[in-house]
Nanobody, 114 residues
Framework: QVQVVESGGGLVQPGGSLRLSCAAS????????MGWYRQAPGKQRELVAS???????TYADSVKGRFTISRDNAKNTVYLQMNGLKPEDTAVYSC????????WGQGTQVTVSS
């Protein structure tokens, strides 16, 4: 059974930075893509960034140039470095191991407010 656990959320002022981490158990982490998603109150969940097993990345237009996704296969961990945070980035951020059976974490709250 694969377990996915996010950490690193919190309250930050506009313009600040946070780094989210997502650790996945099991031996399949390195062969699948990983994705970071977010859902704000009253809005649909959206894909923020993804990274393939080979390291190819994609980003939502709203975060390009501000967020960076990376992965460390030796640690079964994917990261989301978020810089230049804006109030509209406030959401619950979840990561997903994008295997044929997607595995989701419980999410971590990110709040951007002064």
């Amino acid at each position: 059974q694969v377990q996915v656990v996010e950490s690193g959320g919190g309250l930050v002022q506009p313009g600040g930075s946070l780094r989210l981490s997502c650790a996945a158990s099991g031996s399949i982490f390195s062969i699948y893509a990983m994705g970071w998603y977010r859902q704000a109150p009253g809005k649909q969940r959206e894909l923020v960034a993804s990274i393939t097993s080979g390291g190819t990345t994609t980003y939502a237009d709203s975060v390009k140039g501000r967020f960076t996704i990376s992965r460390d296969n030796a640690k079964n961990t994917v990261y989301l470095q978020m810089n230049g945070l804006k109030p509209e980035d406030t959401a619950v951020y979840s990561c997903c191991l994008l295997s044929p059976r997607n595995y989701w974490g419980q999410g971590t709250q990110v709040t951007v407010s002064s």
